[in-house]
């Protein structure tokens, strides 16, 4: 049995780093086979990654729709410790460490279920840019271009089929 997706009307998913838009009426589909799925909702805008926990979500969001190499691996541990280092709470920390656990056998997906609660505990207007390393900050930014170049590298392929 498959993975039962019932959608709301203009409900929007990612398929394989496809975005699919539900039309004016409430849909079921049925995913059959493998494939990276991510509901609309759980999608976080790159204006919203500001602070390190949404970051490190970011990214794995872009791990899963755009595919990923090891060096994008080796960025979301990287991220993943500085925000380890920076959590709090005990169980916040056994969470997070379950999401990286997931993101290197590269369940993305369940990376980011596992994350999503942890989004509750920083408001996307946290901007605690000062105390993030410089060079994580800048290993960020090129993730985030390289992570757009493969987007638009996609949709360039899509179209010329």
């Keep these: 049995m498959g993975l039962r997706l019932r959608l709301r009307p203009n409900e929007r998913i990612i398929v394989n780093g496809c975005v699919l838009t539900n039309g004016d009426r409430r849909n079921t589909i049925t995913v059959s086979?493998?494939?990276?799925?991510?509901?609309?909702?759980?999608?976080?805008?790159?204006e919203?990654?500001?602070?390190?926990?949404?970051?490190?979500?970011?990214?794995?969001?872009?791990?899963?729709?755009?595919?990923?190499?090891?060096?994008?691996?080796?960025?979301a541990s990287k991220l993943g410790a500085y925000?380890?280092?920076?959590?709090?709470?005990?169980?916040?920390?056994?969470?997070?460490l379950q999401a990286v656990d997931m993101v290197h056998v590269r369940d993305f997906y369940k990376a980011l279920?596992?994350?999503?609660?942890?989004l509750e505990l920083t408001p996307s207007t946290e901007a605690p840019q000062?105390?993030?390393?410089?060079?994580?900050?800048?290993?960020?930014?090129?993730?985030?271009?390289?992570?757009?170049?493969?987007?638009?590298?996609?949709?360039?392929?899509?179209?010329a089929v």
């Design 83 to 96: 925000v380890f280092t920076h959590m709090e709470s005990d169980e916040d920390r056994a969470t997070l």
């Design 33 to 46: 086979s493998f494939g990276q799925v991510l509901r609309g909702k759980y999608v976080l805008q790159p």
């Design 48 to 75: 919203d990654a500001r602070s390190p926990i949404r970051r490190l979500y970011f990214t794995i969001q872009m791990l899963l729709i755009s595919g990923c190499d090891d060096a994008m691996l080796r960025h």
């Design 130 to 159: 000062a105390d993030v390393p410089q060079e994580l900050e800048a290993e960020n930014r090129a993730f985030h271009a390289a992570a757009q170049e493969r987007l638009a590298s996609k949709h360039l392929e899509a179209a």
């Design 113 to 118: 279920v596992k994350l999503h609660p942890l």
